[in-house]
């Protein structure tokens, strides 16, 4: 049973232009969970879903972010119009029951 | 709101010394307490949890941890420390269910031979 997938490892973005992360759960875990993680920092929680549903996006910033988790196929996480505060590393987890986090290696996100 | 503090952001020891890594949280019910594990460039690997019931835990990797639940504090510990063992450890604290876990700053900890 693979882990959790996160592609690209390594992601480089000019100002402006979009990211797109892909996260690919466990066998058979139906909950997603992104956090971000800045430099020097703990992991920050940003959202939580399930197939086709955003169950909690409390830790979402409100603008040009945003998640899901389709019926089939991976989950994204989109940055539109990227900025250099947005560089971090940004990591999946995925959970069979909503009790236990199994996390993805992370993409390491670098705006230039 | 719920919050964890570790005190130590760095942390050397001797390999074969034992070691100890604080964790205190603020929560407001029972909690559901974790140790992550994270090496230079990889993701987070889980060393234990804490959900209930007796309040040693055993994990992987020979690492342990005892949930206080007077002192709010949920220490990591190993009787002899490896130098594989040279990573960053999280500890997280969570409301009943694996969502929205509140992450301590970390610490490195750092093996020397």
């Known amino acids: 049973n693979a882990g959790v997938m996160q592609n690209p490892r390594h992601l480089v973005r000019r100002r402006g232009q979009e990211a797109r992360l892909r996260c690919s759960p466990m066998?058979?875990?139906?909950?997603v969970y992104w956090y971000r993680q800045l430099p020097e920092e703990g992991l920050k929680f940003m959202v939580y879903?399930?197939?086709?549903?955003?169950?909690?996006e409390s830790g979402m910033p409100k603008e040009r972010f945003s998640a899901e988790f389709p019926k089939e196929g991976p989950s994204i996480l989109r940055i539109q119009q990227v900025v250099r505060g947005d560089s971090a590393a940004y990591f999946c987890?995925?959970?069979?029951?909503?009790?236990?986090?199994?996390f993805g290696q992370g993409t390491r996100l670098t705006v230039v | 709101a719920q919050s964890v503090t570790q005190p130590d952001i760095h942390i050397t020891v001797s390999e074969g010394a034992s070691l100890e890594l604080r964790c205190n949280y603020s929560y407001g019910a029972t909690p559901y307490l974790f140790w992550y594990v994270q090496s230079p460039g990889q993701g987070l690997q889980l060393l234990l949890k804490y959900f209930s019931g007796d309040t040693l835990v055993q994990g992987i990797k020979g690492f342990e941890a005892e949930f206080k639940r007077s002192q709010s504090s949920f220490n990591l510990r190993k009787p002899s420390v490896h130098w594989s063992d040279a990573a960053e450890y999280f500890c997280a604290v969570g409301a009943g269910t694996a969502s929205k876990l509140t992450f301590g700053t970390g610490t490195r900890l750092q093996v020397t031979l």
């Open positions: 066998k058979g875990h139906s909950h």
């Open positions: 987890a995925s959970s069979p029951t909503n009790t236990e986090a199994f």
């Open positions: 879903l399930q197939k086709e549903n955003i169950i909690d």
